[in-house]
């Protein structure tokens, strides 16, 4: 069976601080996709990042860098030095050509106190 | 430009009415989706729309009706909803008609039926 799950419902930051996030899935497949998506208090969400099962490499953007673990089947999300804009719900997702629609996770809300 | 815009972004309807919400891209997408989110949870897929054809519908009640007029626009039709469909409604698109493509998510239609 597939499934993602985001065992931290709620985390509070103080502005600064660098914060994980973790995601943990399970699937089956071989190939499969991973993902990471924003959601702010305006509801939108905000794709972050897709990641394919046969690419390890962990990945950096800004204040934004990614662990992606196959031995243990993770693919944490890390923020250094937090920020107010940061504050959002974020959710780790899960797909494969064999699925018929995304996996999302139950997503972490972030808040980041100034 | 990655862009999805939907309107209206709020929607107030009785129990009899009939609207429609709408969603449009130019990112020249071929899959197009509709999600239902309650709050504090992760987007539920209604319906994909690949080549301006139904895809995958979730087994949603009749009472949503979606539409493809063109591989930019998507609308959804609502008639005799009830308290519960009360949601954030998402629209959102793809580059390629599989779920390992990352989407696209407007901002949403807050809807309410009273």
């Known amino acids: 069976a597939q499934k993602v799950t985001q065992a931290q419902t709620e985390i509070s930051v103080v502005e600064k601080e660098d914060v994980t996030l973790d995601c943990v899935y399970e699937t089956r497949d071989t190939t499969y996709y991973l993902f990471w998506y924003k959601q702010p208090p305006s509801g939108e969400l905000v794709f972050l990042i897709r990641?394919?099962?046969?690419?390890?490499q962990n990945e950096i953007s800004g204040r934004y860098s990614w662990n992606f673990q196959k031995s243990t089947s993770s693919f944490n999300f890390t923020i250094t030095a937090s920020q107010v804009v940061d504050s959002a719900v974020y959710f780790c997702a899960l797909s494969a050509p064999s699925y018929d629609k995304v996996i999302f996770g139950p997503g972490t809300s972030l808040s980041v106190i100034p | 430009d990655t862009e999805v815009t939907q309107t209206p972004k709020h929607l107030v309807m009785g129990m009899t009415n009939k609207k429609s919400l709408k969603c449009e891209q130019h990112?020249?997408?071929?899959?197009m989706y509709w999600y239902k989110q309650k709050a504090k949870k992760p987007p539920e897929l209604m319906f994909v729309y690949s080549y301006e054809k139904l895809s995958i519908n979730e087994s949603v009640p009749s009472r949503f009706s979606p539409e493809c007029p063109n591989s930019s626009l998507l609308n959804l039709h609502l008639h005799a909803l009830q308290p519960e469909d009360s949601a954030l409604y998402l629209c959102a698109s793809s580059q390629g008609d599989s779920n390992t493509y990352e989407q696209y998510f407007g901002p949403g239609t807050r809807l309410t039926v009273t």
């Open positions: 990112m020249g997408h071929r899959a």
């Open positions: 990641r394919n099962s046969f690419d390890e």
